[in-house]
């Protein structure tokens, strides 16, 4: 069910501007991303035709928009435990598990971290809708550490706005099979949906878009690499993609080719690898200017007491 259709006329001022930025200015109280999603689902058309968020308006054009309708939220706050790393009046730092996924979704209708935050009282921003209340961006279900959560929505617009503008910057640690011939590197590939399997993402896709990710090894572990990771983009499952592409999949990673612990010859090392339970991919530091304040912030999160016992046995 959606809400009544709005049909906007593309004024002069504003031809050659694309249709996202276009809906941007006219609807402020919505993030670019929501409105991008609303694209990408076809509730946006340009004289009755779909359109991508690049489309470029011509004074004169008639832009119909259908919102869908709020359902109730439906989320029953949950008393999970949090790791805050940081908190003032418009912005939380946390520190996600892995195995915690951001938000509901399908098959995820409880135990998120937003049924975390929710169940810790306090404010939200809303842009996102009730489902995705303070959430900025994500992180997956397996990878843990920094994440930024919106309390305000005015926090919430200039974080999105940073993320668009690359000026947040976000270090991964991940630990990747085989040792790499190069010390450090830049991958760029384009990324996009697997043309035969729709759950994975990939850089041989037909209409990918352009994904850029820096690397560099800080760690020789025998057989391994542990290594930090930049990625100057955003895209869905990046990291993972493009390691994968390098020939170097992370550890734990069964999408992407990561789970190869029973070729392992050592018994030790290979029930380590078995018993590792979790993607080799951990968000490290995170470093940014505070969306109202302005002030410089850096934060860090160690690894998790099961990555380091992981490289603990792979040296033994």
Do not use: C
């Amino acid at each position: 069910m959606t809400a009544p259709t709005e049909s906007l006329v593309v004024p002069s001022e504003s031809s050659g501007s694309r249709i996202d930025r276009f809906l941007a200015l006219r609807y402020p109280e919505r993030s670019r991303s929501a409105l991008q999603r609303l694209i990408g689902d076809g509730l946006v058309t340009l004289g009755g035709e779909r359109v991508r968020s690049s489309t470029v308006l011509r004074a004169g054009d008639r832009i119909d928009v259908r919102f869908p309708a709020e359902a109730p939220a439906g989320l029953e706050p949950e008393t999970i435990p949090l790791v805050i790393v940081h908190e003032d009046a418009d912005l939380l730092v946390v520190d996600k598990p892995s195995g915690m996924v951001v938000h509901p979704g399908a098959g995820d209708e409880k135990g998120t971290l937003v049924h975390a935050l929710l169940g810790r009282g306090g404010p939200l921003s809303t842009i996102g809708g009730p489902k995705r209340a303070g959430i900025v961006h994500r992180l997956d279900r397996g990878t843990s550490g920094l994440l930024l959560v919106a309390k305000t929505d005015r926090a919430h617009r200039a974080l999105a706005a940073a993320f668009e503008g690359r000026e947040v910057e976000k270090t991964y640690q991940a630990l990747v099979w085989g040792r790499l011939k190069r010390t450090e590197g830049t991958i760029e590939g384009a990324i996009g949906r697997d043309r035969t399997n729709r759950l994975k993402m990939s850089v041989r896709a037909p209409r990918g878009r352009a994904a850029t990710s820096r690397w560099r090894v800080i760690d020789d572990v025998p057989g391994f690499s542990r290594l930090e990771v930049r990625p100057e983009t955003g895209r869905t499952h990046q990291i993972r993609v493009h390691l994968q592409a390098l020939g170097h999949p992370i550890v734990g990673d069964d999408r992407y080719g990561g789970v190869g612990w029973r070729g392992v010859p050592d018994p030790r090392r290979r029930l380590a690898l078995r018993a590792f339970g979790r993607l080799a991919l951990h968000a490290w530091r995170l470093a940014l200017r505070h969306p109202v304040t302005g002030e410089s912030l850096r934060f860090e999160s160690p690894l998790p007491e099961e990555f380091a016992t992981l490289l603990e046995a792979l040296r033994a």
